[in-house]
C-alpha cells in the first residue's frame, strides 16, 4: 500500500531528511586516507543521536552500524570496521538513514578519498547525473517506469550497468514502504505517481556488469566481477509543483 503524505508530514519529512543529509555530509568529510570506516560510522551515529534522532539502519534486519560503508567493488551494505581503512584512491559510498519524530529520512553519497581514477570519477559523476535525472522524472503525471528508465538510459549510454537485484523504496513513518523504484524500467509504465507520494530514489551503479552477490556476512554485496560501484540516493517528494528533495542538508 502506497502512503499518500499530508504537507504536514512532508514537513516533518523534511526534519528527518535535513538531519540525516547533515550526517552523510559529514561521513563526507571525514574520508581520508588513514580513517577507518568504523571512524566515520561514529561520526555518523554520535551527530544524529545529539539531534534527538536515531539512526535508522542501527539494528535494522540486525544491521549493526548506523551508516552503511561500501568501498570500490562493494555495492552497498558495507558494514564498518575498525580495521577496515580507507586509502588514496577509494570510492566509498555512504548510505544514512535518521530517524525523527516518526519518520525516516534516507540518503547516500558516493566520495572519493584522495586523488581516484578517472575510470572512478567518471563513474560517480554518471551515478550522481543518472539520481538527478531519476528525480526529474518523479513529477505528477508520470509512472514509476519513468524514473526508472531515465536512470537507465542515462548510465547505460556511458556504458554503465543498473544494479537490478536492489532497487529505491518508498520512505515515511518506515525506511522501506511501498513502491519499490526500480533503476531501471519502461516509459509510461508501472504506478501512477501522485502527489504526497515520498520515495528514496537511488542509482547503484557498477562499471562493469550488473550482477551481484552477497558475502557470507549476509549483508556486504559486491559486484559479481569486482568492478566499481557507485551509489547515490535522496528522499523525494512528488508535489503537484514537482519533485522537492527532503534529504537536503540546509
Ligand atoms: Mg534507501
Known amino acids: 500500500m502506497i502512503v499518500l503524505k499530508t504537507s504536514r508530514e512532508l514537513a516533518a519529512m523534511r526534519d528527518a531528511g535535513r538531519i540525516s543529509a547533515r550526517a552523510l555530509r559529514l561521513a563526507g568529510e571525514a574520508v581520508e586516507p588513514g580513517v ?9 551515529r554520535r551527530y544524529i543521536e545529539e ?11 540486525g ?21 577496515q581503512k580507507l586509502k588514496a584512491g577509494d570510492i566509498v559510498s555512504v548510505d544514512v538513514g535518521a530517524t525523527f519524530e516518526g519518520y525516516v529520512g534516507d540518503n547516500a553519497w558516493t566520495f572519493p578519498c584522495g586523488d581516484v581514477s578517472k575510470e ?16 526529474r522524472a518523479a513529477r505528477t503525471g508520470n509512472r514509476l517506469g519513468d524514473i526508472g528508465s531515465a536512470v537507465q538510459r542515462y548510465v547505460e549510454a556511458r556504458g554503465y550497468s543498473v544494479v537490478r537485484d536492489f532497487v529505491g523504496h518508498g520512505v515515511g513513518a518506515k ?3 511501498d513502491p519499490s523504484v ?45 568492478s566499481l560501484s557507485a551509489h547515490f540516493e535522496h528522499s523525494v517528494a512528488i508535489t503537484k509543483d514537482g519533485p522537492v528533495i527532503l534529504t537536503l542538508p540546509d
Request: aromatic residues 6%; proline residues 7%; charged residues 20%.
Open 182 to 226: 526500480p533503476n531501471y524500467g519502461t516509459p509510461g509504465r508501472g504506478v501512477r505517481l501522485l502527489a504526497g507520494m515520498t520515495i528514496a530514489i537511488e542509482p547503484m551503479i557498477n562499471a562493469g556488469g550488473h550482477r551481484v552477490r552477497t558475502l557470507p556476512d549476509g549483508w556486504t554485496v559486491v559486484t559479481q566481477d569486482g
Open 36 to 44: 577507518s570506516t568504523w571512524e566515520i560510522d561514529r561520526i555518523v
Open 63 to 83: 544491521f549493526p552500524a548506523s551508516a552503511c560503508i561500501s568501498v570500490n567493488n562493494v555495492v552497498i551494505h558495507g558494514i564498518p570496521h575498525k580495521d
Open 175 to 177: 525506511m522501506h514502504e
Open 51 to 61: 539531534q534527538g534522532a536515531s539512526p535508522t539502519f542501527l539494528g535494522y534486519g
Open 120 to 135: 572512478a570519477r567518471d563513474l560517480m559523476d554518471a551515478t550522481r547525473e543518472s539520481l538527478f535525472e531519476g528525480i
